[in-house]
Structures are given as structure tokens and as C-alpha cells.
């Protein structure tokens, strides 16, 4: 089965620019989606199709892939953006719809 | 404002069943394909199914773990979405969300989440 690789967890302090990585074999041709899931709520979509940024959804995230790597930058990381992030995508037929495994964000 | 709204969570005991349901608003739901994801206690997510939208003939598919236990459907007419969930097990305890997908965007929004808790 397809599998989507992250790091555990990215630690920084806040103002401090935050990268969390993504690495899958199909990410060379199909997009990436970025969910950022704070304690005891929901996901939120903060990037889809690997680089586009939902309305609402502060300027300083950001997002880009190249090869097997999707990458989530969050410039000027304030604490407020601690949580858990997780990518998203399929395998290259589009059947195996998987998430990463999640990375914990600390901004302190 | 969209919402989405599940119910009909609980305790269950192993091999039984439950269904879940979805209640949607502030959107045309039959236009959206609609997923399933889970979440076991302290852990991370999991996409459960998806089932399209009328256009595409309502289709559905599954995750390996739940194909043949779990079957997704939808009443357009009700804006609503249901989950049913057979000879459940103990790893099926989890939260369970419903997300709504829009041409290419899976998971645009998210239900507030239901526990699932399977055991004896």
C-alpha cells in the first residue's frame, strides 16, 4: 500500500519559519494537501493541489513540491500555529488515498 | 455557512453494527462527492471511503481496512450521508468525521467528529 512520509515533529521558535516535509512516490504526479489539526478539533485545509492557499488562510503558509517531496512552509511561525499537520495524496492511480502520519509543530 | 454535523455514535460491542450519519447544510450537497475519515485515540488520520456525487453515479470506494464491513451512502433529497458500519472491531475505535470534497479539493470541510468505541 501507497505511503506518505513526515517527519514526528518540527520544533521553532516563534517568527522563526517552520518547513514540514512530505515525501511519497507518486508526489512527481499527483498534488499534495496540507491539513493542520489543533488539539481536540477538527482538520482544517490549509494547502491544496501543492501550492494554492484556501481563503482565510494567513499568508506566512505556504506550499511547493519537487520530485517526491511536498513541503509546508510557514514563515514567521507564531505559537498559535502549534498543532498537527498532515499531507495528503494518492498513489499514482488514484486509489490509495493515504495521509502522512503526521508531524507535531511546537512554536516556542 | 457550511456545516456538517454527525450523529449516531457510541459504544458497540465487537462484531456488531452502527451507522453513522452526516447532516449537511449551507451547500448544495449533491453537487460534492463526500469522504470518511477516522481517527483512533492518540493517533493520526485515515481515510475510511468516499462516495461521488450524482453526476458520477454516486460510486463509492474503500480503504482495504473497511472494504466489505462499511458501507457508504447518501439521500441527496436529505442532504445527509451515512456511514454503516458491520462486524466491527476493536481497532475501529476511533473519531469519525465527514469532509466534503470539491472537484479536485478532498477534505475542504470537516465535520466537528463522532467517537466510534468498540469493545466489550
Known amino acids: 500500500s501507497y505511503e506518505l512520509t513526515q517527519p514526528p515533529s518540527v520544533s521553532v521558535s516563534p517568527g522563526q519559519t517552520a518547513r514540514i516535509t512530505c515525501s511519497g512516490d507518486a508526489l512527481p504526479k499527483k498534488y499534495a494537501y496540507w491539513y493542520q489539526q489543533k488539539s481536540g478539533q477538527a482538520p482544517v485545509l490549509v494547502i491544496y493541489?501543492?501550492?494554492k492557499r484556501p481563503s482565510g488562510i494567513p499568508e506566512r503558509f505556504s506550499g511547493s513540491s519537487s520530485g517526491t517531496m511536498a513541503t509546508l512552509t510557514i514563515s514567521g511561525a507564531q505559537v498559535e500555529d502549534e498543532g498537527d499537520y498532515y499531507c495528503y495524496s494518492t498513489d499514482s492511480s488514484g486509489t490509495d488515498r493515504v495521509f502522512g502520519g503526521g508531524t507535531k509543530l511546537t512554536v516556542l | 455557512e457550511v456545516q456538517l454535523v454527525e450523529s449516531g455514535g457510541g459504544l458497540v460491542q465487537p462484531g456488531g453494527s452502527l451507522r453513522l450519519s452526516c447532516a449537511a447544510s449551507g451547500f448544495t450537497f449533491s453537487d460534492h462527492y463526500m469522504d470518511w475519515v477516522r481517527q483512533a485515540p492518540g493517533k493520526g488520520l485515515e481515510w475510511v471511503g468516499r462516495?461521488?456525487?450524482?453526476?458520477?453515479?454516486?460510486?463509492?470506494q474503500y480503504a482495504a481496512s473497511v472494504k466489505g464491513r462499511f458501507t457508504i451512502s447518501r439521500d441527496d433529497s436529505k442532504n445527509s450521508l451515512y456511514l454503516q458500519m458491520n462486524s466491527l472491531k476493536t481497532e475501529d475505535t476511533a473519531v469519525y468525521y465527514c469532509?466534503?470534497?470539491?472537484?479536485?479539493?478532498?477534505?475542504?470541510?470537516w465535520g466537528q467528529g463522532i467517537l466510534v468505541t468498540v469493545s466489550s
Open positions: 493541489d501543492d501550492s
Open positions: 462516495i461521488r456525487n450524482k453526476a458520477n453515479n454516486h460510486t463509492t
Open positions: 469532509a466534503r470534497g470539491v472537484d479536485t479539493v478532498p477534505f475542504d470541510y
